[in-house]
């Protein structure tokens, strides 16, 4: 369903015609495009400024400290590494209080989360638990859970689900083990999991939740669905026996994922990006169908040359439909 006129992007291009239909005043449009073209002011340049170095910033703070004791480990006493990570992760979740519901604060807290994960990795270097890897990363996502809930902080949201993401891999690699099938099954489930918080996010911003709102957050989160289930599909494609039936239904999943973007797209948030990856996701498993077939009826150099043939074929048929969408649904085609 295609935009209401409203909602459309002030572009230059649509203010001159609607010049030219007398909506806008000839003496309104010099105004109008002004306004369309304008730069961000200098006061939206200092909070970006002051964002992206804030997030720098935590962001070498963490790593310097994961550094400091990975270079003094062998110098320093197990109290005192303990002693001094516990002292991290309570000041910056003092300070995170302290600051409360904004950017500083949620990357405080963000950065408490991070050195809990810390805390666990020195404590089990320290005693020589025995624990297997896998538990680092579920006692770490189960830990910090109280404060990805309470934070509404979607980077905190995205380090849940990586660690769960992580967990899971390990648990299948350490415990359960099995062979390509049993790897397929794998790609499968963190398929699943990733489109299942996909899902609930955009559920969540479709009800107006005001944290939920960007598109960032959403977009990895759909990648994160669809590239596992994507190397499954490409691989049962290649070597059906032994992917076996987890690949198949990667593959069926995958048709959800089309068909899950492509209704994002034209009826809750008209943006090109999930299409652009449903078509780049079509287009992989096309080129390597054909690239199989090909490949087993043609010499090497001439099937090469085929394939090349394909995929720019296949360019051109996802340009030309993107923009066909860009302009059904009143989207730019810059986003």
Wanted: glycine share 10%.
């Amino acid at each position: 369903m295609p935009k209401d006129l409203l909602e459309l992007d002030a572009t230059p291009e649509r203010l001159r015609a609607l010049a030219e239909a007398r909506v806008i005043p000839p003496d309104a449009l010099e105004r109008a495009l002004a306004l369309s073209t304008a730069s961000p002011t200098p006061d939206a340049w200092r909070r970006f400024v002051s964002t992206v170095l804030l997030g720098l910033g935590a962001l070498l703070v963490l790593s310097g400290v994961i550094y400091f004791f990975a270079y003094n480990w062998a110098q320093m006493h197990r109290f005192a590494k303990l002693g001094l990570i516990g002292v991290s992760i309570l000041g910056t979740a003092l300070l995170s209080r302290r600051l409360g519901d904004t950017l500083a604060g949620q990357c405080s807290l963000f950065a408490s989360s991070v050195l809990v994960g810390a805390m666990l990795a020195v404590y089990g270097q320290a005693y020589q638990t025995g624990a297997d890897a896998f538990e680092l990363f579920v006692g770490w996502a189960a830990l910090i859970l109280p404060w990805v809930l309470a934070a509404r902080f979607a980077p905190l949201w995205l380090l849940f689900l990586v660690l769960a993401n992580t967990g899971i891999a390990l648990f299948q690699d350490q415990v359960l083990g099995g062979g390509d099938d049993a790897k397929g099954w794998l790609a499968v489930v963190l398929g699943l999991l990733n489109g299942l918080a996909w899902a609930t996010h955009e559920h969540f911003a479709n009800q107006g939740v005001s944290w939920l709102q960007g598109r960032w957050l959403p977009r990895v989160l759909a990648a994160m669905a669809v590239l596992p289930l994507l190397a499954v599909g490409t691989a049962f494609i290649v070597i059906p026996d032994e992917v076996g039936l987890s690949g198949l239904a990667a593959l069926v999943l995958l048709v959800g994922t089309f068909a899950a973007e492509y209704a994002l797209h034209r009826h809750l948030r008209g943006e090109l990006f999930l299409l652009t990856l449903g078509a780049l996701s079509a287009m992989t498993l096309v080129s390597t169908g054909l690239g199989r077939v090909v490949f087993e009826s043609l010499h090497d150099e001439f099937g090469l040359f085929i394939v090349a043939i394909i995929i720019i074929i296949q360019v051109a048929i996802a340009v030309s439909w993107l923009r066909a969408e860009a302009r059904a649904t009143g989207v730019s085609e810059e986003s």
